[in-house]
C-alpha cells in the first residue's frame, strides 16, 4: 500500500509570499495529481506528472521520480489561493492515495 | 453535461436506515472512482469501476457498503443499516481512459449525516 506524506499540515503566509507544499509517497506509482479542495467546494485537479515539471499561471509542479517526492509551489501567493492542497498517487492498481491535504492561509 | 455530477448534495439519514449516493460521470469517461472524506481529513479510497466492472473494492469500509455501476455509465453507492461513522463527504470521480495516467474530474461530493 502506497504511504502518501504531505507536509506542512497547515500553512499560514502573507500575500505575495513564495509557497511550497511538499509530498512524499512510498512505491512507484503511475501518476501523481495535485487537487485544490475549497471549503464546502468540490475538489479541482490542478495538475497530473509523471515526470518533471509543470506549470500553470502562478502554480508550479515537480516531480523527482527516483526520489519519490513531489512539490507545489505558488508564486505571488494571494488570498484566493487559500484552500487544502492533496496530493494524490497513483499506483498500477488505479486506485488512488490521498494525503491528508495541506490547509493554505493566505493573508492580506 | 459538463462535469461529474453527484446527488443529492447533502442527506440526512437517521442511523439505521439505508441510503443511495448517485454519480453521474463525464459521457464516455471509462474509469469511475468512490472516495469517502471524513471532516478534516483526505479523501480515502472506496472502489474502482472500469466501465461496468468492478475491478477493485478493497476500500469498501464493511458489507454494508455497495456499489454498482450496471450500464458503465451511471453508478451508485449505497450504504445499508447507517451507522454514525459513515457521516463523510462521498466523492466521486471519473477520467476518460483506464489507465493510470489519465486526468481525475471530480464531483462536487455528497455529505450524508447520519444522526
Known amino acids: 500500500k502506497n504511504e502518501v506524506e504531505q507536509s506542512p499540515q497547515n500553512l499560514t503566509a502573507q500575500e505575495g509570499e513564495f509557497i511550497t507544499i511538499n509530498c512524499s509517497y512510498s512505491?512507484?506509482?503511475?501518476?501523481l495529481h495535485w487537487l485544490q479542495q475549497h471549503p464546502g467546494g468540490g475538489i479541482v485537479s490542478l495538475f497530473m506528472?509523471?515526470?518533471g515539471k509543470k506549470k500553470h499561471g502562478r502554480l508550479i509542479a515537480t516531480i523527482n521520480i527516483q526520489e519519490k517526492h513531489s512539490s507545489l509551489h505558488i508564486t505571488a501567493s494571494h488570498p484566493r489561493d487559500s484552500a487544502v492542497y492533496i496530493c494524490?498517487?497513483?499506483?498500477?492498481?488505479?486506485?488512488?492515495?490521498f494525503g491528508k491535504g495541506t490547509h493554505l492561509i493566505i493573508q492580506p | 453535461g459538463a462535469g461529474v455530477s453527484q446527488s443529492p448534495r447533502y442527506k440526512v439519514a437517521k442511523r439505521g436506515q439505508d441510503v443511495a449516493l448517485r454519480c453521474d460521470p463525464i459521457?464516455?469517461?471509462?474509469?469511475l472512482f468512490w472516495y469517502q472524506q471524513a471532516l478534516g481529513q483526505g479523501p480515502e479510497f472506496l472502489t474502482y469501476?472500469?466501465?461496468?466492472?468492478?475491478?477493485?473494492k478493497s476500500g469498501l469500509p464493511s458489507d454494508r457498503f455497495f456499489a454498482e455501476r450496471p450500464e458503465g455509465s451511471v453508478s451508485t453507492l449505497k450504504i445499508q443499516r447507517t451507522q454514525q461513522e459513515d457521516s463523510a463527504v462521498y466523492l466521486c470521480?471519473?477520467?476518460?481512459?483506464?489507465?493510470?495516467?489519465?486526468?481525475?474530474?471530480f464531483g462536487n461530493g455528497t455529505r450524508l449525516t447520519v444522526t
Open positions: 470521480a471519473s477520467s476518460p481512459l483506464g489507465q493510470g495516467n489519465s486526468p481525475l474530474h
Open positions: 512505491v512507484g506509482i503511475s501518476a
Open positions: 506528472l509523471s515526470s
Open positions: 494524490a498517487a497513483r499506483g498500477g492498481a488505479d486506485g488512488l492515495t
Open positions: 459521457s464516455g469517461h471509462v474509469s
Open positions: 469501476f472500469q466501465n461496468e466492472a468492478q475491478l477493485d
